[in-house]
């Protein structure tokens, strides 16, 4: 799979390579003055920075590859207060009043979730975190963030209603 991917990259190489000297012989026929000739050129330094690209592997013009990022653009920044949250996880508040039948229900709608909703449902109801700042950790937008908690909430609901009806 890997040796077609290969070939299928060279052949694109090639192409872009073809495609450039064909550029550069129309844009020596062109007058100086022509607006067609900028646009050929515009087309050849685009040529010129795929061609670059499949060469390097790398995005043209970054001086390190994305997997390399500085330190500082690899922090997640928090509150420390909200830190000790995950140092010392707090008893849930309120969960010691829950009967052993609710918690296991609880558990089993949480465990009905996508990891994502998952995540974005016990940051914001578990560990009280805006949706501001739940989009900012996860790295994800504030309305993603909002979409999938309100999917966790609907789930959770139904998951616990059905639960309900039939008095498991």
Known sequence: MAEREWSDMQELKLAYEYTFRILKQLREKLPEQDGDRRIVGEMMADCTYVIEWLNTGRRPGNRRGIERLAGYQREKLMDPIQMQVFVNPPA??????????????????????SKRERECYTLAYGECFSLAQIAEMLGISKSSSALYVRRAQKKIADYLSYKNLLNI
């Open 92 to 113: 849930a508040a309120g969960s010691s009043r829950l009967s052993e039948r609710k918690r296991v229900l609880v558990k089993q709608a949480l465990a009905s979730l």
